[in-house]
Nanobody
Framework: QVQLVESGGGSVQAGGSLRLSCAAS????????MGWFRQAPGKERDFVAA????????YYADSVKGRFTISRDNAKNTVYLQMDSLKPEDTAVYYC????????????????????WGQGTQVTVCS
């Protein structure tokens, strides 16, 4: 059974930084891509960032490109989201996601490609 547990959320002033972590268990972590999505109140869940199973390819939403960095540590079965220069519009619940499929995905930005989700962690950016 795949389990994803996010941590690292909180409240921060605009311009500040946070690092989210997602600890995965239940299967061989290094064989799967990983993604981060977010959902603000009253809005749909949106893609934020994804990383290939090798870690060599990363993908970002235009709204976070240049400010957020996704990375993974296969030895720790953990994927990270470093968030810098945070803005009030980054306020949302952030979810870690993993696919059922091994290796590469056809569309890293699509929530439909991911089958397992964490419980979410709240990020609040104050102006």
């Amino acid at each position: 059974q795949v389990q994803l547990v996010e941590s690292g959320g909180g409240s921060v002033q605009a311009g500040g930084s946070l690092r989210l972590s997602c600890a995965a268990s239940g299967r061989t972590f290094s064989m799967y891509a990983m993604g981060w999505f977010r959902q603000a109140p009253g809005k749909e869940r949106d893609f934020v960032a994804a990383i290939s199973w090798t870690g060599s390819d990363t993908y970002y939403a235009d709204s976070v490109k240049g400010r957020f960095t996704i990375s993974r540590d296969n030895a720790k079965n953990t994927v990270y989201l470093q968030m810098d220069s945070l803005k009030p519009e980054d306020t949302a619940v952030y979810y870690c996601a993993a696919p059922r499929l091994l290796w590469s995905l056809s569309n890293y930005r699509s929530a439909g490609q991911y089958d397992y989700w964490g419980q979410g962690t709240q990020v609040t950016v104050c102006s």
